[in-house]
C-alpha cells in the first residue's frame, strides 16, 4: 500500500506519532546527533532476534531515524533512550522488527509522500549536503521509518470499538462529583520546625547524599546525589554588534538573489511574476524596494559570516599553546605549561580594541543545564555527520569521560579551548532552514564527577530547608488528617470555621508565601492565599480524570481514585460525611477532600454520545497500545534482546 493511501486511511495512528508531548517520556537531544562511525565500534552489543548485534548497526539505526526527522516526521517514539547508545538500539530493534515482518517501502512512495508534505528538492539537496547521503540513502532512512509505523498499524488492526470501553470513557470523562476541597502547603509550616542540629543534618545528609530526589506518594524524599558538573567560560561575539561595520555588497546581494530566487519572486514580485520566465528577472531590473530587502537578507547573514571569521581568529589566538601538544594513550591532549596557557579574559582584552568580544562563566552546574544556556546552549560543531553541542563536549572532558580504543572524536582536558561552536538562526528566505549564526569559543575550567556532593558545605543551605520541609510536610499531614476526622462529623465547612489553631498557622504563615523560593526546583508556591486554599473550595468538573486543580493549579493525580472511591463505601458504620485525606508531594500539599455526591449517569446522554464516546474509546486503546508497542522495554522483550557487553541491562 503506498503512503499517500495508507496515511488517508490510517491517519488515527499518525495522529498519535506526533502526539509526543502526551505519550513519549523521555526527548531526543533537539540538536541532532549523530553516533560515532569508527572500526572500534563493531564491538558486539548482544544478539536480538537471535542474530549477533553491534554498535555499528545500532548508530546506523539511529542515524536514520534522524535523518527522517530532519523532514519533520516525529520520530521521538523510535529514539527513546537514556543516552545516544540506547535511542539508536531502541531505533534499530523497531525497524529491524519491520523489516522482518516483511514491510518496506518502495522510493517511490516515499517521493509521493515528500510531495504531499511539499518537500521539494531544495530541502531534500540540504539534507544530502549536510548528511553526506545519496538520495537513495535519505529514501531509505524515510522508508523505514514509514515501515516502522506499519508495523504498529498492523498491531492496530485489533483495536476495534467497544461498548464497554465506550461506557468507561464515558464514566471517565463526564461523569461529575460535587466535591469541597482544603489544600494545605506543607510551607506553611515551616515556621513551626527548627533549625536542625548539626548531628541531624548529618544523619540527613549520609542518608540522603547517595539518592535522587523521588517523592513517594505520601512522602518527601530528597536527594543530593549529582551528575557530572563543570565549569566553563567561553568568548563570543554577538553579529547584531557588528552593524554598521558590515554590510553586503550589490554584487553579493545579486548573487544571493539568484541563489534564492524562486522565494523572492514568490514573496517580493506577487503572482504576475510568477508567470515569466525566471531567467528574465535579474536583480538590476527588481523595484529598489526588493532590492534593498535582498540586501538586507544578506548583510544579516554576513553579519553570522563575519562574527565566526572573527572568533575563528580568537581561537586560533587561544589554541595557540595547545594545537602542537602530544596527546597521551587515551587521546587527550597533554596540558602546555602554565605559564604558556592564556586565560579566556586576556584573549579578550587583546581583541577588545577590534572587535566587541564578550566574556561570560558559568557556575559549577550540571551538565543538562548548558542546554537551557541561551545561544550557547544550542551552539553546535559538525564533526564528519555528528552534530556536537557544548554539553556534549563537555561531557567528553578528562576525568568525566573514559574514551574507547582509536577515538576520532573531539576529547577535552580542563583547561583546553574547545573547537569554534556556532549557534544557528532561521533562514530568511525558508524558515525550515537553519543557518551559522552566532559563534563561540569554550573550554572546562572545573569538573566535578557523578557522585555524592563532595562535602556537606556544598549543599548545606538546601540540606537545611528540606530537612525542614520534610518535617513541615508530616506537620501539614497531621493538620489534615486532624481536620478531616472533624469533618467526618460536621462537615468540611464546619470543620473549617472551627480550626482556630490551623487558621492561625496559616494566616501567620501568609507574609513569607511569595517570597523568595529557597531552592530553585522547588515548584511555584499557592497561586492563592493560605487561608483562601483552605476554603473549602468546590472545583468545577471534577471527573475521574482530574490531574490538576485548576482553583489552585497543583497536581493530584491520585486524588480522584481516592474521592470516587468515597461512592463505593456502604454500611451503617459509615460516618456522617465522607471524607478523604489525599498527598500531593509533588507540589508539597495536603488535600482534604470531602465528597457530597457524584452526579448520575443517564442512559438516554450516554447514548445521544455512543457515537464520540465509541472513538474516543477507540482513541483510548489506541493511545493504550501505542505506548506499550513503543516502550523500550517491550521492544527488547519482543526482539530477545541479550546484552553482553558491561554496560547492557
Known sequence: MGPAKFFRKYSRVLVLTFMSLLLVVFLIEPVLTYARRTEHHDRVLGEAFGQRLSVSQVNEAGNEMRVA????????PLLIGADDLDANLHAYLLVEEARRMGITVAHSDVQELLRQRQIGDEMLDAVRKRTGRSLSSIYDCIGRYIAALQAFEHQAYGVAQSLPRAEEVYQAQLQHADVRLSVLDARAFMSRVPEPSEQELSEYFEAAKNRRTQHSDDRLEFGYHMMNRARIEYLT?????????VVASLRESAAYFERHKDFYIRTLLGPQAATQPASSITFESLPQAARDRIREDRTKVKLGEEAQRLM??????????????PRDEQGY????????????KDVREHFAAQTPIEY????????????SMPGLGTASYLVGRQTMSVWMLTARTKGLYQPERNETMPLLVVGEPGPVMVDHRPDPTDPRQRIPYQAYVFRVVEIVPEGPPRSIEEVRGRLVAEWRLTRAFELARAAAE??????????????????????????????????TKLHSDW???LIKPYREALGPFAEKAFSRVTTVLQELNIPVERLPEAVFGLSYTTGDSQPAHRVVVQAAPRSFNWVVAELVQVDPIYRG?????????LTAAEQRGMEELYRGWFNPQNVKLRAGLKRTDQNGQ
Open 312 to 325: 575563528n581568529d580568537v581561537h586560533d589566538y587561544a589554541d595557540r599553546a595547545w594545537r602542537d601538544q
Open 523 to 525: 515548584p511555584e508556591p
Open 360 to 371: 561570560g562563566e558559568t557556575d559549577l552546574i550540571e551538565l543538562r543545564m548548558l542546554q
Open 482 to 515: 486532624k481536620l478531616a476526622e472533624q469533618a467526618r462529623g460536621v462537615g468540611l465547612e464546619a470543620a473549617v470555621q472551627q480550626s482556630v489553631e490551623l487558621l492561625a498557622t496559616l494566616e501567620a504563615a501568609e507574609p513569607a508565601r511569595l517570597g
Open 69 to 76: 526527522g530532519m523532514f519533520g516526521f516525529n520520530v521521538q
Open 605 to 613: 446522554e450516554f447514548e445521544a454520545r455512543l457515537p464520540q464516546l
Open 237 to 245: 561575539i554577538d553579529p547584531a554588534k557588528l552593524e554598521g561595520r
Open 333 to 344: 591532549r597533554q596540558p602546555p605549561p602554565a605559564e604558556q596557557t592564556l586565560s579566556f
